[in-house]
């Protein structure tokens, strides 16, 4: 049984910085895409950005793509969310989840989720 931890949310002034990480247990995390999601209260749950088991393959949405990095570290078993340039638009719940080894952006097509770290960016 995979189990993700995320952490590294918090408050933080429009324009600022946060790392969020999440740390996966079991023994497939390298071979799996890793993706980031966020929802907003009322709002459906978006994906924000994802990276492939070894690395070479990284995928943003479009309001991530020029502000946020996705990375991991096979042998620690995470993944990072680096934000940049945060605006109050970015105020959500962010997960983390495990997928197989094939990209996909889709919710459905991840199998295991965090529980979520909150993010909030005040103007």
């Known amino acids: 049984q995979v189990q993700l931890v995320e952490s590294g949310g918090g408050l933080v002034q429009a324009g600022g910085s946060l790392r969020l990480s999440c740390v996966a247990s079991?023994?497939?995390?390298?071979?799996?895409?890793m993706g980031w999601f966020r929802q907003a209260p009322g709002q459906e749950r978006d994906f924000v950005a994802l990276?492939?088991?070894?690395?070479?393959?990284?995928y943003y949405s479009e309001f991530a793509r020029d502000r946020f990095t996705i990375s991991r570290d096979n042998a620690k078993n995470t993944v990072y969310l680096q934000m940049n340039s945060l605006k109050p638009d970015d105020t959500a719940v962010y997960f983390c989840?495990?997928?197989?080894?094939?990209?996909?952006?889709?919710?459905?097509?991840?199998?295991?989720w965090g529980q979520g770290t909150q993010v909030t960016v005040s103007s």
């Open positions: 989840a495990q997928g197989s080894e094939i990209p996909y952006t889709n919710v459905g097509k991840y199998d295991y």
């Open positions: 079991g023994h497939t995390f390298s071979e799996s895409t």
């Open positions: 990276i492939s088991g070894t690395a070479t393959i990284t």
